[in-house]
């Protein structure tokens, strides 16, 4: 399910963001590998590439705020994940996150967290511009 809200804060900072969506197409899921395999994500990503050839990238949406500065982007979630079959009672497939990929801040480097579902039902988060509580408005869902 996709996500779209407004954050707003008193100092005049506004943007919208949209979280959980992905375009799954063969498209863009071929363009993450190249760079991923290239070394752009990182040499841990790329060699789990060479060790899981089956492995993918995560390709959903997601928030990421830096605590150190407060700003924030949305991109693509980019964890390295595979699909492992299970055994006994549990017959099937299930997903495993082999490795979270750590996104760092554009403007000051450190790393960054992703916003969870519950901050944004909360309606409350840290302004990128001042560092204050700004509100979360506008939520839209659809699948």
């Known amino acids: 399910m996709g996500v779209m809200y407004s954050v707003k804060c008193k100092c005049g900072f506004g943007a919208k963001y949209f979280s959980n969506v ?3 197409d063969a498209s863009l899921k071929n363009e993450l590998e190249k760079k991923a395999k ?11 590439f060479e060790k899981y050839p089956d492995g ?3 390709q959903t949406m ?14 693509h979630c980019l964890d390295f994940c595979r699909k492992v079959r ?6 099937g497939e ?8 750590k996104h760092t801040c ?15 039902t909360n ?5 990128p511009k001042c560092g204050k509580d700004a509100t979360v408005s506008g939520t839209n869902y659809w699948e």
């Open 94 to 101: 299930r997903i495993s996150v082999v490795k979270e990929y």
């Open 62 to 75: 997601g928030l990421y705020v830096c605590d150190e500065c407060g700003e924030s982007k949305s991109e």
């Open 38 to 48: 290239d070394g752009e994500y990182g040499e841990e990503i790329k060699e789990l």
């Open 123 to 127: 309606r409350k988060t840290k302004c």
């Open 86 to 91: 299970q055994t006994g009672a549990t017959l």
């Open 56 to 58: 993918y990238l995560d």
């Open 106 to 120: 554009d403007k000051c480097g450190s790393e960054m967290r992703k916003i969870t579902n519950k901050e944004i």
């Open 22 to 24: 992905g375009k799954m």
